[in-house]
């Protein structure tokens, strides 16, 4: 397997540590005036999503990890698991309910997502950034009224609940900041 | 070659350069201390371990002038300076560049205390600094870490490492990087947040090549450390004249390359043969190119060089 010295540490190379792939966030290089020079690095868990700080001895390496960001495309849910397909070699991934996690709530049939692939297994999956979403269940809008700050729930196709201004009404497709589970805008 | 990184204009780079060379080569010139030039290319080098050479064709490109500048105090140059360049191979950060500029200057007569006050006159010269503040390494570590550096086992570093998460894997016992790692995490980054701070008197076994004195019954290395908006900015020594002593160092700098499996570096003997003909004097270094990055309030040399690889 290949090795990876602190100095190739680059935002996005991914290592195996703890016997978990990880993404490199940020590394930074720190050297006493006269001494051993340290990395000091934070690090995505690409199966947890948590970040970790670990500090390094400079020059000391970890093995690469097989994991790659690729994009797939959601076909369906059998009510257990993900179904997700390349679009360019029609290979087909399943992904769990734990791996999906929160995920899940964003994703509409068709919809193209960034897979995490770890040595050919989808361990991550992170939803396109703007979901076009239609309405299902909302109280009634109130007519004329687009200007005032106020908001109310709205439940989504995919089962997602989100804060909409009142004039929303059930049917309305709408775009959502999938980040931040934010309402954007009244989609077409 | 010609990537440069960062906000600032290549423009803004080169004006705020010369702007500072201009001043620090007026701040030596009104003191008659005398500008020198010494070879890049060397035949002998610092064997110090944490010193990472480029190295061709039997020779070395200077990690710091440090040895010809002694060469010409001990052949009667008296105060002198130098800005040059400076090779470090691996060193490469927010805070590092492998090729890099030096300021480095010798005072006769001086003790690391009198240079201290000349080093902060230079930055009030050049950047505005306000009156730096100073502490003792002991009282440092007693402010940031809670332990006495010169009686703390080896054990007891560990275990702080280990509460504050910086546990790093395959560092051997030794007492000084255990050190340097809680420093550089835990101290360094509040010292001299709002005016430059000195660090002296550092434990003896991290001495290089400055002199040993006894405080009370602790040996301290008579040297300092310069830190500015959490930046190491200068090293200084009162410097050792003692060829045995230094020869004592090198050797274990040799064995230490040797446990580190790091390359074989030949000891100097044309510079312990001239180094009890220097004077009583003090050196430091400053990293001119962090002296920028301080005048130009940034925090990172992307903003500072016009060339980075």
């Known amino acids: 397997m290949a090795m990876i010295?602190?100095?190739?540490?680059?935002?996005?190379?991914?290592?195996?540590?703890?016997g978990d792939p990880c993404s490199i966030l940020e590394n930074e290089y720190v050297k006493p005036g006269k001494g051993q020079a340290f990395n000091r690095v934070k690090l995505r868990n690409l199966k947890t999503g948590r970040v970790l700080e670990k500090t390094f001895k400079s020059g000391d390496t970890l093995e690469a990890a097989d994991a790659q960001d690729t994009e797939l495309q959601y076909l369906y849910n059998d009510g257990e698991m993900w179904n997700f397909m390349s679009p360019t070699t029609y290979e087909q991934y399943t992904v769990s309910k734990e791996t999906i996690g929160d995920s899940a709530k964003w994703l509409k049939e068709q919809d193209i997502c960034i897979v995490t692939l770890w040595n050919?297994?989808?361990?991550?999956?992170?939803p396109p950034i703007f979901s076009i979403l239609k309405v299902t269940e909302t109280d009634p809008g109130i007519r004329g009224d687009t200007a005032t700050g106020g908001s109310k729930p709205a439940t989504l196709e995919t089962g997602a609940v989100v804060r909409v201004p009142l004039f929303i009404?059930?049917?309305?497709?709408?775009?959502?900041?999938?980040?931040?589970?934010?309402?954007?805008?009244?989609?077409? | 070659m010609s990537i440069y990184q960062g906000e600032n204009k290549i423009r803004t780079r080169l004006l705020l350069r010369a702007k500072i060379l201009a001043k620090v080569r007026d701040f030596f010139a009104k003191r008659g201390i005398l500008e020198v030039e010494t070879p890049l290319l060397c035949k002998a080098t610092n064997?110090?371990?944490?010193?990472?050479?480029?190295?061709?064709?039997?020779?070395?490109?200077?990690?710091?002038p440090e040895f010809a500048m002694k060469k010409l105090l001990a052949a009667g140059s008296g105060d002198i300076y130098q800005i040059c360049k400076a090779f470090r191979k691996e060193e490469f950060g927010r805070l590092h560049n492998p090729e890099f500029t030096m300021l480095e200057w010798y005072r006769i007569n001086f003790d690391h205390h009198d240079l201290m006050d000349e080093v902060e006159e230079l930055l009030k010269y050049t950047i505005n600094s306000s009156k730096a503040s100073r502490y003792s390494y002991q009282?440092?570590?007693?402010?940031?870490?809670?332990?006495?550096?010169?009686?703390?086992?080896?054990?007891?570093?560990?275990?702080?490492?280990?509460?504050?998460?910086?546990?790093?894997?395959g560092i051997s016992d030794d007492r000084d990087t255990w050190l340097q790692l809680l420093f550089t995490h835990l101290v360094e980054p509040n010292l001299g947040i709002k005016q430059p701070v000195f660090i002296y008197d550092f434990p003896a076994s991290q001495?290089?090549?400055?002199?040993?004195?006894?405080?009370?019954?602790?040996?301290?290395a008579s040297r300092f450390e310069v830190?500015?908006?959490?930046?190491?900015?200068?090293?200084?020594?009162?410097?050792?004249?003692?060829?045995?002593?230094?020869?004592?160092?090198?050797?274990?700098?040799?064995?230490?390359?040797?446990?580190?499996n790091l390359p074989k570096i030949e000891i100097d003997y044309d510079f312990l043969a001239i180094l009890s003909k220097i004077p009583r004097c003090s050196g430091v270094a400053v990293g001119f190119d962090r002296l920028l990055l301080l005048a130009a309030k940034t925090t990172s040399l992307n903003e500072i060089l016009c060339f980075r690889e």
């Open chain 2, 227 to 260: 830190y500015y908006r959490g930046i190491e900015l200068a090293n200084g020594f009162h410097e050792l004249s003692n060829p045995r002593e230094q020869l004592r160092r090198f050797n274990l700098d040799v064995k230490k390359r040797c446990e580190l």
């Open chain 2, 47 to 64: 064997p110090a371990p944490y010193l990472s050479n480029f190295y061709c064709d039997n020779l070395y490109l200077q990690t710091s």
């Open chain 1, 120 to 126: 050919n297994n989808a361990i991550g999956v992170t």
């Open chain 1, 169 to 188: 009404n059930i049917g309305d497709i709408l775009k959502i900041d999938t980040r931040t589970g934010e309402y954007i805008s009244r989609g077409k």
């Open chain 2, 207 to 220: 001495a290089m090549l400055a002199k040993i004195r006894h405080h009370g019954k602790i040996k301290v």
């Open chain 1, 5 to 18: 010295s602190t100095n190739e540490f680059k935002n996005g190379v991914k290592v195996m540590m703890d």
């Open chain 2, 139 to 169: 009282e440092i570590c007693e402010k940031y870490l809670k332990l006495n550096p010169h009686k703390i086992t080896v054990k007891k570093l560990k275990q702080l490492a280990k509460e504050n998460d910086l546990l790093v894997a």
